[in-house]
């Protein structure tokens, strides 16, 4: 149980396009879900959480309206990176918990986004 | 406000050595602490957690970790490693309940023959 998933797994786009990355979760409602990026060999940094039917809460220093997150469903949550750059560039990972606590957030597998 | 520190980016063991992977956490309450590992492009997957009750905790593959608040430690370790446990490690505190979690930076375990 408590699985995650996300898709596409891998996606190579020209600079200037926007991408949309997809996290469902799959067996499970999740109450909230959380997005991570991870640059090379670095940890993850949280850059939004996301609450069904709300607007989405971001990090200090992310840019709202370049990650745009749109969680429309219990099972679904959206990123949008617009007008993608070389340095978006990253792994992104999303998170889906299943009550109000750390203790049950279940990751995906994550999205590698290369910007050319 | 939490923060987690991991001593040593690297750490390198032969194959049935004991692991020691470090965590040393900082939390103005009672924190949840977690030990996830990332295989190469690969998402994290939960090895083990504290939240509360018993100190020593043991989670999958092997791995045991225990938290100690005295030294604001959850250091990781299994008894002899295996060439599979090659991967990221990495620790990660919440403050008590909430939901929100903060990652030290990792730590690589390579395993040698």
């Known amino acids: 149980g408590a699985v995650v998933s996300q898709h596409p797994s891998r996606v190579i786009c020209k600079s200037g396009t926007s991408v949309k990355i997809e996290c469902r979760s799959l067996?499970?409602?999740?109450?909230?879900m959380f997005w991570y990026r991870q640059f090379p060999k670095q940890s993850l940094m949280l850059m939004a959480t996301?609450?069904?039917?709300?607007?989405?809460?971001?990090e200090q220093g992310v840019e709202k309206d370049k990650f745009l997150i749109n969680h429309a469903s219990l099972t679904l949550s959206t990123l949008t990176v617009t007008s993608a750059h070389p340095e978006d560039s990253s792994f992104y990972i999303c998170?889906?918990?299943?009550?109000?606590?750390?203790?049950?957030?279940?990751f995906g597998p994550g999205t590698r986004l290369t910007v050319l | 406000a939490q923060s987690v520190t991991q001593l040593g980016s690297h750490v390198s063991v032969s194959e049935g050595a004991l692991v020691l992977l470090r965590c040393n956490y900082s939390?103005?309450?009672?924190?949840?602490l977690f030990w996830y590992v990332q295989y190469p492009n690969q998402g994290l997957q939960l090895l083990l957690k504290?939240?509360?009750?018993?100190?020593l905790v043991k989670g999958i593959n092997g791995f045991e970790a225990e938290f100690k608040k005295s030294e604001t430690s959850f250091h990781l370790t299994k008894p002899s490693a295996h060439m599979s446990d090659a991967a990221e490690y990495f620790c990660a505190v919440s403050a008590g309940t909430a939901s929100k979690l903060t990652f030290g930076t990792g730590t690589r375990l390579q395993v040698t023959l």
């Open positions: 067996d499970f409602q999740a109450t909230t």
């Open positions: 504290y939240t509360t009750g018993a100190t």
């Open positions: 998170s889906a918990s299943v009550g109000s606590s750390a203790d049950t957030q279940y």
């Open positions: 996301s609450n069904e039917g709300s607007k989405a809460t971001y």
């Open positions: 939390s103005s309450v009672p924190p949840y």
